[in-house]
């Protein structure tokens, strides 16, 4: 049996998260309830509407728990919506997990271009499946960027004028973008990896 991991699935697409976890032969369930974390090794918040994903976990009495998860040594992923509850500044006031030590400028790239793909370096994946590449096929909507790290966070991709938009900090992972929306297992495999040490 693989990994056994949660998926945040209070609002959001939680469900193309838990698709490719299943797919990657790991023990992936959704979480909607505090006692649903328990034994888990990782928990992928997903991508959505933060505020909203924020108030429904703390009106689930789910904000604390996931602390301790993260505490205990769990792996935590934030994609979109997700690395914004991670962070602990989105300059506004909603619930945020404070768990990374990193600011997110929400919805930092503007409205006419909400949505965008880019093709990322990302030096910390394998290579890619033809064996060539570490670039990775990112797909944005309406999404933060990250605007400061900490000394502890170590930055995984900048898009070309610089922004970051995947961070790591140990087990602790955020990224800008959507990487369950592509057929491109990899950032979903980094995080098994890193709920599996
Ligand atoms: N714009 C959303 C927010 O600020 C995030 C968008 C997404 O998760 N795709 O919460």
């Known amino acids: 049996m693989g990994v056994a991991v949660g998926v945040l699935a209070l609002q959001g697409d939680f469900h193309a998260h838990l698709t490719v976890l299943q797919h990657l032969g790991a023990e992936a369930r959704a979480v909607r309830l505090p006692a649903q974390l328990a034994g ?14 924020g108030k429904l976990a703390e009106a689930y009495g789910l904000m604390q728990p996931m602390r301790n998860l993260a ?4 792996a935590i992923w934030g994609t979109c919506a997700g690395a914004i509850l991670l962070s602990r500044d989105a300059h506004r006031a909603q619930p945020l997990l404070n768990l990374m030590d990193i600011t997110v400028q929400r919805n930092a790239f503007g409205r006419q271009v909400d949505s965008f793909e880019a093709q990322l370096h990302v ?11 570490r670039t990775f096929h990112a797909i944005f909507i309406r999404a933060p960027m990250i605007e400061s790290v ?3 966070v170590e930055v995984l991709a900048t898009l070309p004028a610089g922004e970051i938009v995947a961070a790591r900090q140990g087990r602790l992972l955020a990224t800008a973008f959507h990487p369950e929306l592509t057929t491109d297992a990899r950032f979903h495999e980094l995080f098994l990896q890193l709920a599996g040490k």
């Not at 888990?40 to 994903?53: D, F, H, K, Q, R």
């Not at 030096?123 to 590449?133: C, E, I, R, T, V």
Request: without cysteine; negative net charge; proline residues 9%.
């Open 123 to 133: 030096p910390a994946l394998a290579a890619g499946k033809d064996g060539s590449s």
């Open 150 to 152: 900490g000394p502890e």
């Open 71 to 74: 505490a205990q040594g769990a």
């Open 40 to 53: 888990l090794a990782g928990l992928v918040i997903p991508g959505g509407e933060s505020t909203t994903i």
